[in-house]
Every structure is written in structure tokens, then in C-alpha cells.
């Protein structure tokens, strides 16, 4: 089963814009982590987020987590062509630390 | 260094074949995962290695499907009298306790195609 749930499920931007990507979760998590899928093969880790912690930067990305909505957000500033993918979300309850993933986004950045 | 790398990364095989997939992990990680991925889906959790052991297999959909990893390293997943539905992306990833146990880094993965 599939507990994240990520909106948009397809966004399409110009080069040069920002990418706002959203994530809703159903139970209690340690950690959430948002991961990068290039052709539908291996999955790239972007950054992690803890219960405790609401925000987190890394480079050109800003995740949020509001526990109490059991949502999270990632942000990618200043979009280039390089970023079209698949981006997912993916919790931890912390139950031997696998992951539950969404659905995923894709992203498709114009150049 | 090396990251986590699967073998083959494309297996077609026949209905009713018994498929090996291979995962060997990034050196000295003791956790090893096994998930699978269906067209337009996310991964789905399989099965947890901590060590030589399965500590978590609950994922496995049936009992045609087993996973060892008799040394601690290399994991191999097995799937008996394949069915067309186990069509899907299986992917495999590690992780280590001193980078977090929950950073978990993902191999290239295997598509699996049953006819």
C-alpha cells in the first residue's frame, strides 16, 4: 500500500521558474525524504526531513513538513531543463526504516 | 566508490520460469532493501535485510518469492513460476548506520518482463 500521496501529479514549467511539489502522508513518520527518478530506473536521494524539523534547505531545494496536516512540500528554485523527472515522496515510520512512496510527480522543465 | 549495483538490468523470461535477481550493495552497508515498482506506481517494499538475516519480509506478495543474503553483502531476490503480473522494475538499496540508517541509496535496478 501506498501511503504518500503527491500533488501535482504532472506540472510542467519554463526554465528559470520555480517548482512547487506537494505530499500528504496518513500516519505517524521519523523522517520523510523526497527522492528524484530520471527514465524510470534508479532513485536519487534529494533530502531528508525529520519529524522534529519543519524546514530544510539543500542548493536549490526547500522541503517543509507540517506534522500536524501530515504534509510536506519541495521546492526547486530556479528550474533548469536537467530537473525534468519524476520526484517522490517517501516516509519513514521507522519500522526497520523502509520507505512507503507516493505516486510520484513529473516535472517537466521547458527550456 | 562504487554505488549499489544490480544484475541483469533487463530480464525478458516466459511465463512459469524461475527468475534470480541480483543486488550487490555499497561495501560495509549492513542494510539492504528490495522494492518493486510497477509502470506509473512508486516503489513497493518487499523485504528488509539487516545483516545475513531477513529482518522484515512482509512485503513479499506470496511465497513464490524469496530473497537471501547468506554472507551479508550480496542479496539475490527469486521468483518461482513468474507470472506476467510480476512485470515490474525491482529495485534494491543499502544503507549504513553511519549515513543515517533511513538514507537508503538505490541501485540502477532490474526491469523484469514476463511474457
Known amino acids: 500500500s501506498q501511503q504518500g500521496e503527491e500533488d501535482p501529479q504532472a506540472l510542467s514549467i519554463q526554465e528559470g521558474e520555480n517548482a512547487t511539489m506537494n505530499c500528504s502522508y496518513k500516519?505517524?513518520?521519523?523522517?520523510l525524504q523526497w527522492y528524484r527518478q530520471n527514465s524510470g530506473r534508479g532513485l536519487v536521494h534529494l533530502i531528508l526531513?525529520?519529524?522534529?524539523?519543519r524546514e530544510k534547505h539543500s542548493g536549490r531545494l526547500r522541503v517543509t513538513l507540517d506534522t500536524s496536516k501530515k504534509s510536506s512540500s519541495l521546492l526547486i528554485t530556479a528550474s533548469r531543463a536537467a530537473d525534468t523527472a519524476s520526484y517522490f515522496c517517501?516516509?519513514?515510520?521507522?519500522?526497520?526504516?523502509?520507505?512507503?512512496f507516493g505516486k510520484g510527480i513529473t516535472l517537466s522543465v521547458r527550456p | 566508490g562504487a554505488g549499489v549495483s544490480q544484475t541483469p538490468s533487463n530480464k525478458v523470461t516466459e511465463k512459469g520460469k524461475y527468475v534470480e535477481l541480483r543486488c550487490d550493495p555499497i561495501?560495509?552497508?549492513?542494510?539492504l532493501y528490495w522494492y518493486r515498482q510497477s509502470l506509473g506506481q512508486g516503489p513497493e517494499f518487499l523485504i528488509y535485510?539487516?545483516?545475513?538475516?531477513?529482518?522484515?519480509d512482509s512485503g513479499l506478495p506470496n511465497d513464490r518469492f524469496f530473497a537471501v543474503r547468506p554472507e551479508g553483502s550480496v542479496s539475490t531476490l527469486k521468483i518461482q513460476r513468474t507470472e506476467r503480473g510480476d512485470s515490474a522494475v525491482y529495485l534494491c538499496?543499502?544503507?549504513?548506520?553511519?549515513?543515517?540508517?533511513?538514507?537508503?541509496?538505490f541501485g540502477p535496478g532490474t526491469r523484469l518482463t514476463v511474457l
Open positions: 538499496a543499502s544503507s549504513s548506520p553511519r549515513s543515517g540508517r533511513a538514507s537508503q541509496y
Open positions: 500516519t505517524s513518520i521519523n523522517n
Open positions: 526531513i525529520r519529524s522534529n524539523e
Open positions: 517517501a516516509t519513514d515510520t521507522g519500522a526497520n526504516s523502509k520507505l512507503t
Open positions: 561495501s560495509g552497508h549492513t542494510a
Open positions: 535485510f539487516q545483516g545475513t538475516g531477513a529482518a522484515d
